[in-house]
Structure formats: C-alpha cells, structure tokens
RNA sequence: CGGGGUGUAGCGUAGCCCGGUUAGCGCGUCUGCUUUGGGAGCAGAAGGUCGCAGGUUCGAAUCCUGCCACCCCGACCA
C-alpha cells in the first residue's frame, strides 16, 4: 500500500486524485479549473499524441493551425452550435490594460474596448468552415482532409483533473467531401483509429457506437463514439467523431463545382479526442500503490535499479544491459542516484507505473542473473543475464496484452443485460458498468430514465460491435416496443 | 448560481468551543556521520503576514463583522 495515495475502496475519487498528483501527471494552478501538466504526465501526453499524428496522417491528413479567437458573430452562424456551446464560452472584450489612477496595480482600458468580442475557441468548427470557404471551389479541392492540435477552453463550473478542465490541449479533424456517404465514412474511419489507438496502445477496451440525439455533439447529424468503462463501474467517453452533414457549409457557405458542373454544398466531418485520455488511462490500469502505464505509451519502459554494494563490475553490467535494450528499441533509464535507497526506488517506480523494473546487485551478477520484475502482477523472477533484453522486450508484450485482457475481463464482467426497470436500478446501483438494455427510442424517455437514476444511453453500440443486440424487446421504461438494445451507464 | 464545509511552514495537521508566555507535531528540506536486495538510523539546523481587512479586548490563531480563495453536493459538460 502506498504511504501516499488514497486507496480505490476508501474512496474512489481521491485515489485517482491523488494518483495524479503524486505521480506527478499534473497539479492545480492559480486559474481555477486549469492545471498544469507536469513533464512527467506531459511525456505521456507526448506518446500519445505522437502516435495518433503518425495514425492520422497514414490515413492521409495534415496537420495546420486555425487561430485561437473566434469572432462572436461566427459563433451564431449555426443554430444548433451556438446552443451547444454559447454558455460556456471565454470572451474577450478589451485588447489593453493601464495603470489604475489609485496605483493600485492594472485595470483594464476602458478606451481599448473590442468592437467585435473575440471568443476563446471551445472547438473551431465556425473559424475553418469560414477559411474554408475560400479553400474549396471545386470537386478537385476535395476531399479536404486537416488535423490541427490545439487547446480549447470551456467554462465548465465543475472540473477535475484532465477529465473536465476550463482549457484543454486535443486534436480537432475538419474534412471536407464531395459526397455524403464519403464524409459518413470518413467519420467511421476515425471512430476506427481511435478505437485502435484506444485498444492497441491504450491497452483499453472501448465499445463502438452512435450518440442519441440527446448526446450528439451540436450541429452534428451523428456523433460516433468510443466508450470506456472505468474500474470503478462509471463509464467514460474517450473519443467522438462526427458526422456534419452540410449544416456547417451552409452556415459558412461552403459551395463546391460538381463533376456535373452543379453547385452543390460541402459534406463535413470533425473529430477530437483531448488530454481527457490521460484521465482514461490512470483509471483504466493503475492501483493503489500508483500508475500502471502500458509500455507503448510508458515514457520509461525499463528501469534499472543498481543495489549499489560496493562492486567495480556493477557499473559496467548495468550499462550493458541498458545498451542492450536501447538496441531494441526500448526506452530505459538506469538509475545511479546514490541518495535514495533500493527500497524506496523500487516504491517511487511502482507509483510512477513504469513496466519492468530491473534489480542487479552482487548476488545476481554472482549467478548471473538478474532479477525482473512487472508492474501489472507484481511478480518477480530471476532470469539468466544471457538473452535478458530479448526476454524483456517479450515481457513488455506480454504487458501490454494483459493490461488489455485484464480490462477486457472487467468490461464483460461489468456489462449486463437486463430487461426489466427493477433489475436496470438494481444493477445500476450495486454492480455499475454498462447495462444493455431496450429502449423505446424517444429523447423523452432518455430524459426521464436520466433524471430518476443519472444513467445516460453512452451509445448504441454499432452492428459490427459484440456488444450489438439488435432484436425486437420492450422498453425497460415504458414496456414500449423497440429494436435494438442500446447501452446505458452513469458516466464522467 | 443554490446548499454545506475548510483556510495554521513546501505538504498533512494539533490548538479555536472555554482569549493569556516563545503556535506544537509528522512528512519533506538542509548539514554531518553511519547505511543501501522493499519507502533507513542518529545528531543538528532552517522554515510561520495563523487566508485578507476591520472590530472587541490590557492581550486574538482563538470572539464579532465583512471580504477572498478552495473543497464537497446539485444545475452544465470532451
């Protein structure tokens, strides 16, 4: 047990608070809501985003940067957007500070006051649909495939740690198509690489689907989704990918010349996914002697921890081994800090998550051996000092499946399929996770079910995902017909 | 914005109800020595506008008033 972090049973929300901090992922700072990324969790971030850009331009975008301002007038253009996001928007409204008269330090400067307020973008649909007005006149300006990372800010009133902060660092995809079933698949491509990176990378399972029009992001005709259950049975949103329709070409009249010499308005798509993938990722693996970090995003894959006795050969085999793994490919550091002892390391590493830890000292260079031991299970063993990195880099596979398997296991244990309100309640309340159950279809009932028990339809999971059960059934609210079962869960 | 709570050293806290010497303790930090295979030991040292402002009093961390900040619960959300 940690001296430090507070333990998931005694109190969920702390732990991961703690975590955070005391892993040194991020800390509050003087602007309420905002935080600082410390380099360590920055690092994090860094593979990640790292990683998702090589993703994103395989898939054939580039990346361009849109301005941080939007002007206020951009922001009513579309109906649906304006209602969306008009609450929670900064506005700037002065360009100036002076000196106050009484010397009492700045104020602003009444005469510098904007003539149009400029907002703090919240996501940049309305400034790239006005540049792209001017970018696209024709079929052969199309598709028009842009990624920008950024950072946004929305006045949440209530945040936490990388889950819900005033400004946030994401990525935002805008693409422009000449055709409707091109942008839906566009859209479906990148709900694809998300689902991969969150899988593959993130070591977390995440269920495929469509938003319910209450869910749907605003001005948005779909909103495709991953969705990721957390150790604690609440469910988190990791990832959306929208399907625009031509709301926001006709809103910045964006008209294209078609192959049949027609004027036809552009099909849109966006896409984010934002620092809240941090917060995903502490609460998907970690435990209560600290992070667990999969080693494809792991910023140290590797650490070494020399047992310093006194040795002249210790040195020398502890910078051969590091070379040998380098040689791999694999991210190490060995740690010569003669200031804190073994034991401590070995629980500051823990805390931090890193993969593998190595112990070498006298009495495995005495059997040439040395001694290996995982984050995920806390095992260790002895393994001989010939083939070591080969066998490492196999270990950290095997890590990285694991945390995988070890989630997946949770989600299909936390994932139920009731069919009755009783049951919906019951689970909801003592076993959490997602609840697959029917559902009559309507906003009205959606509302209603959220308002008695703060579930929320995460999705309905697409036809393609295992987690999909089209079939007729009766709504658990209503006992009104319905077709497919969708998935229900409180979430972040 | 509504309801509740908390502000004392870098962090965590005792003291406050019932005013009275130099505000105590733990962690951390610094120095020295000894240690080093699961969060070391001993010795010494530094570090405080008791959230801010005003009031009551011979005397305020403690009582009163106002303000500020933060946290928790709601409404809002990637």
Redesign the pocket.
């Known amino acids: 047990m ?3 972090i507070t333990s998931r049973s005694d109190d969920y ?1 702390q732990w991961y608070i703690d975590l955070v901090r005391k892993a040194g992922l991020a800390d ?1 700072s003087a602007v ?1 809501g905002c935080m600082v990324i410390k380099p360590y969790g920055f690092a994090i971030w860094e593979n990640m985003r790292d990683t998702l850009d090589r993703m994103f331009k395989d898939t054939g975008h580039q990346n361009a940067y849109f301005p941080l301002f939007i002007p206020k007038s951009f922001l009513s253009k579309e109906a649906a957007h304006v209602e969306g996001f008009a ?2 928007c900064a506005v700037v409204t002065h360009y100036r500070l002076k000196n106050a008269e009484d010397g009492s330090g700045v104020v602003v400067d009444p005469d510098a006051k904007l003539e149009e307020e400029l907002i703090v973008r919240p996501t940049s649909e309305t400034i790239i649909w006005n540049t792209y007005a001017g970018w696209i006149q024709s079929y052969r300006d199309l598709p028009l495939l842009i990624n920008q990372w950024a950072n946004v800010v ?1 006045w ?3 945040t936490r740690l990388f ?4 400004e ?1 660092l994401w990525q935002e995809g805008h693409t422009a198509h000449e055709t409707k079933e091109e942008a839906v698949a566009e859209a479906r491509t990148m709900l694809d690489v998300y689902a991969d990176f969150a899988e593959h990378w993130m070591a977390l399972p995440v269920v495929k689907g469509v938003k319910t029009a209450n869910e749907r ?1 605003a001005g948005a005709e779909d909103t495709y989704c991953i969705e990721a259950l957390m150790q604690d049975g609440w469910a988190l ?1 990791a990832g ?1 990918s929208h399907f625009l329709g031509q709301n926001f070409a006709k809103a910045f009249d964006v008209q294209f010349s078609t192959r049949d010499n027609t004027r036809e308005y552009v099909w849109a798509t966006s896409w984010g996914v ?3 993938l941090m917060g995903a990722l502490v609460m998907a693996h970690s435990d209560d002697e600290g992070l667990v970090i999969p080693p494809r995003l792991a910023p140290m894959q590797v650490v070494i921890v020399p ?3 006194p040795l002249p050969e210790l040195d020398e085999a502890v910078q051969t081994i590091a070379a040998d793994l380098r040689a791999l490919g694999i991210r190490v550091k060995v740690d010569n800090d ?1 200031q804190n ?4 390391k ?3 590493y ?2 931090l998550g890193v993969p593998v830890r190595l ?6 260079l005495d059997q040439g051996v040395i ?1 290996v ?1 995982r984050r995920d299970t806390k095992e ?1 063993q002895s393994v001989p000092m010939e083939g070591l990195a080969q066998h490492v880099k196999q270990l950290l596979d095997e890590i990285q499946q694991n945390l995988f398997q070890r989630a997946l296991a949770f989600r299909a244990e936390h994932t139920t399929r009731v069919d009755t309100w009783e049951e919906f309640v019951d689970v909801l309340d003592n076993k959490r996770g997602f609840i697959s159950a029917h559902w009559d279809g309507t906003p009205e009932t959606e509302q209603e079910i959220k308002e008695l028990t703060k579930a929320t339809i995460r999705c309905i999971p697409l036809e393609s995902e295992h987690g999909a059960s089209v079939e007729e059934g009766l709504c658990i609210r209503t006992g009104k017909p319905s077709r497919q079962r969708v998935l229900f869960a409180r979430a972040y």
């Open positions: 940690s001296k430090e929300s509050y309420k609450k929670e929305r949440e009133m209530r889950l819900r902060t005033a946030f992001f949103q959306t934002s620092t809240r047992i310093p006795k003669d002892r073994p034991g401590y070995f629980a500051e823990e805390k112990g070498v000292g006298k009495r495995d001694e031991a260790k």
